[in-house]
């Protein structure tokens, strides 16, 4: 029967597909009790499982590179983990004793084991309760007949449904074979729905119990532009959403007639359009909508690409890649921003409480000089071929950015001793993403040559929010009294000083917003690729002076329901339903 879930839309566009479902629910674990004579044939089920995921682990093994020697180390800890006596026998005497299933009892082992590391204060110990973990799933996955999907190569078409899908799975995804991602948890400005976007993947999160409702093989209709996804569509069903489909492409493709006009208001202010990417194969696509630059290129991304090593002479590679591509258009690279849902290992193995509170981005790097200088040394180098703007994540205050520029100095001073050639002008900013950033705009705008606002994360950390938990998706809003007022006190603070402000979180790549961010005097937007046609239309229809009255109108109002509210009634007026 046709049934229709509504969840975050959270990369537009229409797929209809059959589902792949990738992983069951973490709580699928069978439990129940035996009767004594079970108890030997559930051990030698144990056994038989052991070796069948340690069979699995050769495999690999033999797959790799000889050279790959921190892999081949790591396959042979999981290995010697599978056979460790101590775990065995307590498993094979819990079965005994408690008359519980194989399943129930390893899961029952290994978490209290993984308890145990993790309160520890060795943090090798700590460590290694991820690699339990993993082995212990590879032998539940036996015990099930579970077969582990490989979603990097896939033979046919599907819509994949997963409980959640980490930013580094993303990552490996059969690009040619997906036709969506549907996902139970996550919020639309999650680093899952940024990739999902960039490529191109209509995506829908935050569905809650999805996985719970379909089956491999399953019909499915998903409709990334609403949030909906419709279960084992009927002809009619189906009827509509071609017809959807075919008029959200032909509107996309209409778009693509202003590629060449200016991002220019009615009254003439030029703002300048830029895209956000992940990789440099992006530029592409950036040059195809005739964007005037990279306004934020996440390097992160690099670092997490597993099948890549990021070391200097790499990095300087994809750097030069990204600025010749661009030519004389500006390229805004930003160091290292990991931790919260983007991962690497020297963070994944630290088992914070709150990560997003955690050691990350800035942080990290500050820490974590050598990789940092690394960062600067091949940023610095790549400097010559291009306009190089360089950005740091996640300050919070001057002396964060202090330390920043300082180990920019030492890096340059490096450099120099060594003869090795770079632009010794590179502009150097930050971005506002932490509320006492923005508050403290003032003195940050003194020391910088630009300013960001990356407001997926201020909106996070302003009204306390986790960005990727769908529970409280609710109270994300980018209209929040409390974030408009912060973005104008930014950017008046930016223009105190003489300096340019551009934002580059989702929020700019959403029409609805587009004239109060011309109100607020943003000189620059940047956002994903796929949205800047639709966001330069607006801007060519609509003038600074009435943009400015929509923000002086705004920002007389209370609540962020008030300010929604009367936004889209102004969007409709003037754009009609389009306008949204
Ligand atoms: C932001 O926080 O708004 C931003 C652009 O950075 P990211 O989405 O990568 O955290
Ligand atoms: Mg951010």
Redesign the pocket.
């Known amino acids: 029967m046709v049934k229709t879930i509504k969840g975050i839309p959270a990369s537009p566009g229409i797929a209809i597909g059959k589902v792949l479902l990738y992983n069951e629910s973490p709580t699928a674990i069978p439990r129940f009790h035996l009767s004594r004579e079970d108890v030997a044939s559930e051990v030698e089920r144990l056994k038989r499982a052991v070796e069948r995921a340690a069979g699995d682990i050769q495999l690999i093994k033999e797959s790799l590179d000889k050279d790959a020697k921190d892999q081949h180390a790591l396959l042979e800890a999981h290995t010697l983990m599978l056979y460790d006596p101590c775990f065995n026998e307590l498993a094979h005497e819990r079965i005994g004793k408690e008359l519980k299933n194989v399943e129930w009892v390893l899961q029952e082992t290994v978490n209290s084991l993984v308890e145990q590391l993790e309160a520890t204060q060795d943090s090798y110990l700590r460590e290694r309760s991820s690699d339990i973990l993993d082995s212990s799933r590879r032998i539940i996955d036996h015990l099930l007949n579970r077969k582990r999907i490989s979603l990097g190569k896939l033979d046919q078409e599907v819509i994949l449904v997963a409980h959640n899908l980490l930013a580094t799975e993303m990552l490996q995804l059969d690009r040619r074979k997906i036709q969506a991602v549907i996902m139970d948890v996550g919020g639309k400005?999650s680093?899952t729905a940024?990739l999902a976007r960039s490529f191109g993947l209509p995506a829908v999160v935050g569905l809650k119990d999805v996985t719970g409702q379909v089956a491999t093989g399953d019909p499915v209709v998903v409709d990334g532009i609403e949030g909906l996804v419709t279960l084992d569509p009927d002809g009619e069903t189906l009827e509509n959403y071609r017809n959807k489909r075919a008029l959200f492409e032909k509107k996309e493709s209409q778009l693509y007639n202003i590629t060449d006009l200016p991002a220019e208001t009615t009254d003439g202010k030029l703002i300048r359009l830029k895209a956000?990417i992940e990789f440099p194969a992006e530029t592409d696509q950036v040059l195809n909508i005739n964007a005037e630059g990279v306004g934020?290129f996440?390097s992160e991304f690099l670092f997490m690409d597993q099948r890549e090593s990021a070391d200097e002479e790499s990095q300087y590679r994809s750097y030069r890649q990204v600025l010749e591509a661009m030519g004389d258009r500006p390229v805004t690279i930003r160091t290292l921003?990991v931790g919260?849902d983007k991962l690497i290992s020297e963070i994944e193995s630290q088992h914070e409480a709150n990560p997003l509170l955690g050691w990350r981005a800035i942080r990290f790097c500050l820490e974590k000089t050598n990789l940092f200088r690394t960062q600067l040394r091949a940023l610095l180098r790549a400097s010559r071929h291009g306009r190089l703007q360089i950005m740091f994540?996640m300050i919070s205050g001057i002396e964060e950015f202090e330390e920043a520029l300082s180990l920019v100095e030492e890096v340059k001073a490096e450099l120099k001793g060594e003869e090795i050639p770079f632009d010794a002008n590179i502009p150097i900013g930050l971005?506002i993403?932490v509320p006492s950033a923005a508050m403290t705009s003032d003195i940050l705008a003194e020391r910088a040559d630009f300013l960001s606002i990356?407001?997926?994360?201020?909106i996070q950390y302003s009204i306390a929010i986790d960005r990727g938990n769908e529970k409280v998706a609710h109270m994300y809003q980018p209209l929040h009294p409390g974030l408009i007022r912060m973005i104008h006190l930014v950017v008046q603070n930016a223009h105190r000083h003489g300096i340019p402000v551009s934002l580059?979180?989702?929020m700019g790549g959403e029409p609805l917003y587009t004239p109060i961010l011309l109100g607020l005097g943003l000189d620059e937007i940047s956002m994903s690729a796929y949205s800047l046609p639709e966001i330069k239309k607006i801007i060519r229809s609509v003038s600074i002076a009435e943009s400015e009255e929509l923000l002086g109108s705004i920002l007389e109002m209370r609540s962020y329901k008030e300010i929604n509210d009367y936004t889209r009634l102004w969007m409709e007026k003037r754009f009609g339903n389009s306008g949204q």
């Open positions: 400005t680093h940024i956000n934020l996440r921003d919260g994540p971005m993403e990356g407001t997926n994360d201020l580059c979180g989702e």
